[in-house]
């Protein structure tokens, strides 16, 4: 037989120690033996016992007392004025203040903070204008460009490499769609009605009068019809369902270039790699000699020069060898435009591969 006692839990507090006291009633003397007693309860820990419901008697014949000692009860209190102070922190309702401060004080920091930014962004608007002033809209003040303008072909196709099968339309016809593309703007029709003809090998300077803008400055014309065989007039696939296909290379625009030195017009040379000298086979320019006429620079940009026409040349290949993959490298040749820059490889230059696959 066991007899064990609990402690009742304090209606104001959240935790409760659970005190157990066991015994064996086999080893207790009888209670009218003068020399022992049974055990007492501690009074100065516990309240006076609170015995169970007569309906739980006869299931638990045991002595139940809840008890709180007095450490408990203290930490209690602690736990109860942290949350105090924390709440009195976000709003203290006896002196009004929110995290800390009254109403008057966050208003004038809102306003402090208001007048800074404002400053700054006076300040920076201020900057941006004088900035701004100094600024031409036609020509850039400051010209942070290469010495050598690059060079791109069209179609570039996928990372300047050009494949198809000629027996095949639609592996080549993406080709021949974006060459159309980019020639309409050069239609006869078009420059006649846009740009003006000009005297052939020697600059067009177009120079401001004093303090007077020369703007919109004129265009010369660059009709589609100098390319030729190269123009889709008379070969409107240029050449692709042959396996004589057709790239049209052009020069980057650069403000102000002046390609040619001592009237030496710049021209285009394409040439197989060195492991493809007996792949590339013959090809043939247009316009002849595959130059770029003076007559076309400088270059004004694009505000000051609205119609400008950027000149082309074309290649043709006649007779590549079919089913291999070609490198071919295109580089312009002038005499104040260096190409043999190691560290740029696209400056005056661009190279492609171009593979013309045959059934046959």
């Known amino acids: 037989m066991f007899q064990a006692g609990f402690t009742r839990l304090d209606q104001t507090s959240t935790d409760f120690w659970l005190g157990l006291q066991v015994y064996n009633s086999h080893n207790r003397q009888p209670a009218s033996s003068p020399h022992q007693r049974a055990p007492q309860r501690d009074s100065s820990l516990c309240e006076p016992p609170q015995l169970l419901s007569a309906a739980l008697k006869p299931l638990c014949p045991t002595q139940l007392f809840y008890c709180i000692p007095n450490n408990r009860r203290e930490e209690d209190m602690a736990k109860d004025d942290k949350k105090n102070e924390w709440k009195e ?88 769609q974006a060459l159309n593309r980019f020639l309409s703007p050069y239609n006869d029709s078009v420059q006649e009605q846009k740009n003006q003809e000009c005297t052939p090998d020697q600059y067009f300077i177009q120079a401001d009068s004093s303090n007077l803008r020369n703007n919109p400055k004129r265009s010369c014309q660059f009709k589609r019809s100098i390319l030729e065989d190269c123009s889709g007039l008379s070969d409107r696939y240029y050449g692709y369902s042959d396996g004589k296909p057709c790239i049209i290379i052009k020069l980057n625009r650069v403000i102000g270039m002046l390609p040619g030195k001592d009237g030496q017009t710049p021209s285009v040379s394409c040439g197989p790699k060195a492991d493809d000298t007996d792949k590339m086979g013959e090809v043939v320019y247009f316009p002849r000699n595959g130059t770029f006429n003076l007559m076309y620079y400088p270059y004004y940009g694009k505000k000051a020069q609205v119609n400008y026409s950027q000149p082309l040349v074309a290649i043709k290949f006649l007779n590549i060898t079919l089913n291999t993959e070609v490198n071919v490298e295109c580089k312009i040749n002038a005499n104040n435009i260096p190409t043999n820059n190691e560290r740029d490889k696209f400056a005056g230059r661009i190279s492609f591969k171009l593979k013309i696959n045959s059934r046959n």
Not at 112 to 135: N, P, R
């Open 89 to 176: 922190f976000f709003w203290n309702p006896r002196t009004r203040e929110f995290c800390g401060r009254t109403a008057s004080s966050w208003g004038l920091i809102f306003l402090f903070y208001l007048a800074f930014y404002i400053f700054l962004a006076g300040l920076f608007t201020l900057t941006m204008y004088v900035m701004l002033l100094t600024l031409d809209d036609n020509t850039p003040t400051y010209q942070d460009r290469l010495a050598t303008p690059g060079m791109m072909i069209r179609p570039k196709g996928e990372d300047l490499e050009i494949t198809y099968t000629k027996e095949n339309t639609e592996s080549w016809d993406m080709y021949v």
